[in-house]
T-cell receptor, first 115, second 114 residues
């Protein structure tokens, strides 16, 4: 069963606008971690932001924030003030004990920032 | 140092060749992973090493053989590959617990099998 669901295959946003990328997850482990990665066409997986299941506050890292709604099992990424360099593939991922702490990825969202 | 180093960056090999991919980290992480990623798809987990022991093999064909010689190094030995094995191979490392933000990837090896 799919543990991480990203329902937006592609998104467009205008430069300087904010955009939200959706992610829902499924787990019965009380301890888990949620991640967002950016993958440009070069292929490297760039870590953006992390949210632990026990964290009380939503994570923020510069222009990135994670809207964590634990009861709804959602972990949406918000990018504020989009830049042309934000155009890339974005993956939501989860770690839990049951998979040897490996990251399980959603299918990804392709974000295109337009001038 | 939050770096995971993979070599080589690009590899072209014939179906009868034997080659190895290498991955190195010096962050003290005791879990290391190999992922395979095809174009426009998410990374797929291949192998997990925890404390230098293979803990997960996701039904990967035996033409892929992982090795973890020590806590800093992870190898993937390749033999008799098929053209459909052409992909981006990513190595990652992390702490051995779910509640940790430390999970980093190398830049990957782009493998082409001819």
């Amino acid at each position: 069963a799919q543990k991480i669901t990203q329902t937006q295959p592609g998104m467009f946003v205008q430069e300087k606008e904010a955009v939200t990328l959706d992610c829902t997850y499924d787990t019965s482990d009380p301890s888990y971690g949620l991640f967002w990665y950016k993958q440009p066409s070069s292929g490297e997986m760039i870590f953006l932001i992390y949210q632990g299941s026990y964290d009380q506050q939503n994570a923020t890292e510069g222009r990135y924030s994670l809207n964590f709604q634990k009861a709804r099992k959602s972990a949406n990424l918000v990018i504020s003030a989009s830049q042309l360099g934000d155009s890339a593939m974005y993956f939501c991922a989860m770690r839990e004990q049951g998979d040897g702490y490996a990251l399980n990825f959603g299918k990804g969202t392709s974000l295109l920032v337009t001038p | 140092d939050t770096e995971v180093t993979q070599t080589p960056k690009h590899l072209v090999m014939g179906m009868t060749n034997k080659k190895s991919l290498k991955c190195e980290q010096h962050m003290g992480h005791r879990a290391m992973y190999w992922y395979k990623q095809k174009a426009k798809k998410p990374p797929e987990l291949m192998f997990v090493y925890s404390y230098e022991k293979l803990s997960i093999n996701e039904s990967v064909p035996s033409r892929f053989s992982p090795e973890c010689p020590n806590s800093s190094l992870l190898n993937l030995h390749l033999h008799a590959l098929q053209p459909e094995d052409s992909a981006l191979y990513l190595c990652a490392s992390s702490q051995v617990r779910a509640g940790s933000a430390e999970a980093f990837f190398g830049q990957g090896t782009r493998l082409t099998v001819v």
